[in-house]
C-alpha cells in the first residue's frame, strides 16, 4: 500500500465530547475583551471621561490616566488567569504579529510581583528589525515600535496552558513612519471624517460630529483533512496546490452551494463561531460556497478599524480551530485549480455618528439628493483611482483570480444595478436653472426606492457592486489583510467628497439655489464618469474589449498593478490626505513587490522538490513496471509461443513510449525553472517579478499539465500525492 493510500484510511472525523447545550451567545459575547465598558466599571469617572474625550476629540490622556489603565487592564486580565501580555500588531507582511512579555517585574531579591505600567501600555519595542520595511529603517535604527491604538479594545487570547492578554497596537518606526497596515487605515478614516463632514455640513447636518467608514468583510475559506495535507509539499510551502489533475466531479453539479453542511464541517464552524463571539468578533453567517469544501463566514459590519482587526483575528481562530478538528484551513485565494478560488468581499459603508448610513438612500427629497452626491463622489473616486484600487488587491495568489479564468476581472468597474442606473440617466441628462419641486419628481428622486433588495437584481460578476445600502469590492483576495484596501478606498472617496463639496459651494456662490446646484454637480459627475459603470456580465470576452475602448485598466500582472504605487499622482494624493507619506508609500511598493518575488521562488522551490523527489519517481516505478511486463510477455512470446498480436503489442510499446515522453517533458521544462531561478538571482526586483510573471509562471504550468497527465495513467498505489478527488471529497 502507498503512504497516501495508508493516510486514507486514517480519514474519520474527530471524536467530539459531547458538551452541554451551547450558552446562550449573548450571556458571553465580548467576555473575553477589555471593552469601553469593563473599563467604565474599573476606572475612575474622571479618567474615563479623559479616554472618551480622546476617542472623539483625539485629545491625548496623561502619563497618569494611562497608569490607572494599564492597572485596571492588568487586573482584569489577570483576575481572568492572563499571565503574559503582547502588544498584537500588523506588520506589513499581511499577518500578525506579537512579541510575549510576562506581567512579573523583581519586588526583591528571588521575589516577583505582577505590575503593568501606563508606559508599557502606551508603548512597546519589540526590537522587530526583521520586519519589512522597504527601506525606511535603515539599520542603526532598526528598531520599531509599538503604540496602543485604544480604538480597538485590548483581548485575552485562551490556550489550552494559559491565557495572553493581547493589546492591539500599531507599529511605528523610531520618526514615526507607519511600518503597519493599521496606522494607514487609522489616518484615513480620519482624512475620511473631515471630507465626509464637511460635506455634511453643506446638507445642513451641523450637529454631525463624526463620520467613519463601516465595513463587513465575508471570508472564504476551504477545509481539508490534515492527513492530506501533511502529504502535500505544496500546501504546506505555498498554501496552494501546484500540482493535481481535477477531480472527476468538480463544482459542476453545483450541489455544494449552500448545500447542508457536514457534520465534522458545522462542529468547526460552531467552536470557531464561540470563540469569536469571546472575543466580541460578531460572525453571523456561516454557509457552503461554491466549490467542494469551500465554505464562508460573515459577520455584522463594524467600524472598519474594528472589522479589519477582526477579520485578522477571525483567520487565526480558522485556522487554530481546524486544527483541533484534524482539518487544516486554507486561506490561500487558489488552493486547488479548476474550481472556483477564495476572495473576501469588502463590503464598504459609511456612518455618520447619528447611526445614519450615508449610502441609505432617505424618505425626503433632501436626503435622497445627499444619499446621491455620496453616490456621485464613489463613482468619481472609483473612475479616477481604479488603477489604486486595483493596486490594493495585488498579491501572488490573487493573480489567480482577478483576470484568470474566474472572478472578478482585472478590469475596476461599478454596478449599480437597473433602478439606480435609470435614475442616474435621468439626471445625467441635465437639469435646468432652476429645479422645482415638480421637476424632482419628475426625476424620480422625490422618494427612491429601496435599491436592489431583491437578490435577483444582483451582478456577482462585478468587482465593485451596489447592494442597496454598501458597496461591495469583490476583488479582495481571502487571505488578504484588509486594511490596506479599506485605507485606499476610504482616502479616494475622501478627495471626491471633498472635490463634490467644493463643486456645489462653487455654483452656489454664482447665486443658484442649492438643490439645484446639487444637482447640477452630480450631473456632472454621472456625465464624466460613465466609462467606470458597467451592469453586464463581467466575465466576457465582450467586455474585455468594451473596457479597453472605455480606456479602462486590466492589468493582470501583480507587479505592474503595483506601479500605481510609485505613480506621481497617487502620491500627492496620499500625501494632501496624510494617509501615506511619499516614502511610506514607495516603501510599500518595494515590499509587495518583493513578496511577490518571494512567493513565486518558494513555488517554484517546492515544484522543482515535488517534481524530482516524489513525482517523477513514482513515474520511473510505472515505467518500469510497463517495461518490465512488456519485457517479459515477450520471453513468453519467443519461448512459450504465446500468442501476442501486432497490435497488442504496439499498443503497451506506445503507451511506454508515452510515459517516458511525459517524463521527459516534466523534467526538462523543470530544469528550466530550475535555470531560471538561478537567472533571476542577478536581476532587481522589478525585472525579477516581470520575469516570474511572463517565464516562471507559464513554466510551471507546463509542468503541471505533464504532471497531471502522469497522475492520470500512472498506477494509483505508486502516487504519493493525495488526489483532488480525495482532498475535496472524502471528508
Ligand atoms: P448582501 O446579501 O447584500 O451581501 P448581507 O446583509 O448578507 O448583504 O451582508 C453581507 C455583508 O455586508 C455582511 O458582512 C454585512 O455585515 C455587511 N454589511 C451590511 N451593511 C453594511 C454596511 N452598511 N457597511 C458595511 N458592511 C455592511
Ligand atoms: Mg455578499
Redo the contacts with the bound molecule.
Sequence with gaps: MGMRQEVLFKIKSVELDKINLPRKVSSYFGENTFSTEVMRKHISKATFAAFKTWMSEGKTITLKQANEIADAMKKWAMAKGATYYTHWFQPMTGLTAEKHDSFISFSGPGKVIEKFSGNKLIQGEPDASSFPSGGIRATFEARGYTAWDPSSPAFIIESALGKTLCIPTIFISYHGEALDKKLPLLRSDEALNKSAVGLLKLFGHKDIKKVFS???P?QEYFLIDKNYYNLRQDLIMAGRTLVGAPSPKGQQLEDQYFGTIKERVVNFMFEVAEEAYKLGIPI??RHNEVAPHQYEF????EESNLAADHNQLLMELMKKVALRHGMVCLLHEKPFAGINGSGKHL???LADDKGN?LLNPGETPESNLQFLAVLAAVLRAVYLHADLLRSSVALAGNEHRLGANEAPPAIISVFLGAQLTAVLSMLEKGVKARVSKRDIIDLGIARLPRFNKD?TDRNRTSPFAF????F?FRAVGSSQNISTPIAIINTIIAESLDYVAGEIKKVTSTGKDFNSAVLKVISQVIKETKDICFEGNNYTQDWVREAKKRGLGNVAATYKALEALTEEKNIKLFERYKVFSREELIARYHIWIHMYNLTLEIEANTLIEMVNASIVPAGYKYEKLLARTLHELMALKKGAGLRLEGVVLKDKKDHLAEVVKKIYYVRRNTNAMAALLEHAKKLIDEKRAALYFKELKPLMEHVRKHVDQLECVVSDNAWDLPKYREMLFIK
Excluded: Q
Excluded at 298 to 301: L, Q, S, T
Excluded at 467 to 470: A, D, E, F, V
Design positions: 463601516t465595513c463587513g465575508e453571523m453567517t460573515a459577520p455584522i459590519f463590503n464598504w459603508s448610513n437578490s447592494t442597496g445600502s454598501k461591495e
